[in-house]
């Protein structure tokens, strides 16, 4: 077991001790969230950090390697530590393909936390934000995680940020992920022929969870309403841990919380929302009243490797699973749609801008 104190220049609270076992990604999240709370409310970019042990490493660790600084150095240097951290989310992105963590740090302002519910366009609203969507001095969070642990690291002025997704579309997408994508493949390989029988096609994977409720979902996502159990959830946002249904009312309550909640199905509006409530100003590839500054929106897409597929591929006893397993996503996403369709005309409003040609996103 690893050991680290961190010591806090507070008034308040001169010593927060972390205790950490598993010493991964949770570890440095929890580094990093100590030092941006001391930053915040002691008004300085300075924080000491001790680390008394070093990493259970398998091997020696390398030069450059995460746990040998974090296990030789003596941190006083906010900047620098935010600059090793950010390192380590760029190399483990590389690996799962979905940019993660502190992703850009704030020096001024306030910093977005992006609620990355996987397979709604997530990653490509990460590089959207990062291109051209803050304002100078912001930050952004962006993680796979419950709404619930990104509030405990909010600063009072931080700001959420989330997409939702149809749900017949998402199910789909998650699938895909899991059986396709780097990281998909790798999880396969640690479930054995248990999760390799499982995930063989669509329908088996669906039949799975449909059956009877299981928590087992052999390392990949677990799509019973994945989209409305990240708002509600505590841990481990890929997992279900209870057949009961998130509750509407308790889903509903925490998007209110959210400066704005983005549509899949209409990702550049999605983004010019967004950049229109972060930043103040609507970029000219958001009107929509205008082709040629449409087309030059900045793209990034994130294909993951998966293979091309489509909806209308789904048959009728996979959609039937499907709606079953996602009967609450259905009302969320609904909900998310008119949050959207209502910030949309606010913004529109607001800077005599059309942004939105096509508000017919629901289905009759």
Not at 37 to 61: C, N, Y
Not at 285 to 309: K, L, M, Q, T
Not at 324 to 341: N, P
Request: glycine letters at 6%; one cysteine or more; a negative charge.
């Amino acid at each position: 077991m690893l050991s680290i104190f961190v010591a806090l220049d507070l008034l308040s609270k001169a010593v927060t001790a972390i205790v950490c076992e598993t010493c991964d990604n949770d570890e440095v999240f929890l580094l990093q969230t100590s030092i941006r709370q001391v930053a915040r409310v002691s008004g300085s970019p300075h924080a000491h950090i001790k680390v008394l042990h070093g990493f259970p490493l398998e091997e020696p660790p390398q030069e450059g390697d995460l746990s040998l600084e974090l296990a030789q150095v003596t941190y006083s240097d906010h900047s620098k530590f935010s600059q090793m951290v950010h390192r380590h989310h760029v190399a483990v992105a590389a690996e799962i393909q979905a940019p993660h963590g502190f992703l850009r740090h704030v020096t001024s302002g306030r910093t977005y936390f992006q609620m990355h519910i996987p397979k709604t366009a997530g990653a490509s609203l990460t590089q959207n934000l990062l291109h051209d969507g803050l304002r100078a001095g912001d930050g952004l969070y962006v993680h796979e995680r419950c709404q619930s642990e990104l509030v405990s690291c909010m600063a009072k002025q931080d700001k959420l940020l989330t997409m939702v997704r149809e749900p017949r579309h998402h199910t789909q997408s998650l699938y895909f992920e899991c059986v396709d994508s780097p990281w998909g493949q790798k999880v396969a390989r640690k479930s054995g022929h248990a999760g390799a029988a499982v995930m063989a096609t669509f329908t088996t994977w669906l039949s799975y969870f449909s059956s009877n409720f299981t928590k087992e979902s052999f390392g990949c996502y677990h799509p019973f309403n994945l989209q409305s159990r990240s708002f509600v959830c505590h841990e481990k946002q890929h997992f279900a841990f209870s057949s009961a249904p998130p509750l509407v009312a308790a889903v509903l309550e925490q998007m209110d919380k959210y400066l704005a909640i983005g549509v899949a199905e209409r990702y550049q509006e999605s983004v010019c929302l967004m950049e229109a409530m972060i930043r103040g100003e609507v970029p000219s590839y958001c009107n929509c009243s205008d082709p040629a500054a449409w087309a030059s929106f900045p793209i990034f897409e994130e294909a993951h490797g998966v293979r091309a597929h489509s909806v209308d591929d789904i048959s009728q006893d996979e959609l039937s699973m499907i709606d079953s397993l996602t009967e609450i996503d259905a009302m969320v996403y609904k909900a998310g749609v008119e949050r959207f369709l209502q910030d949309m005309t606010g913004v529109e409003q607001k800077f005599g801008v059309k942004i939105l040609c096509d508000r017919k996103i629901l289905s009759e």
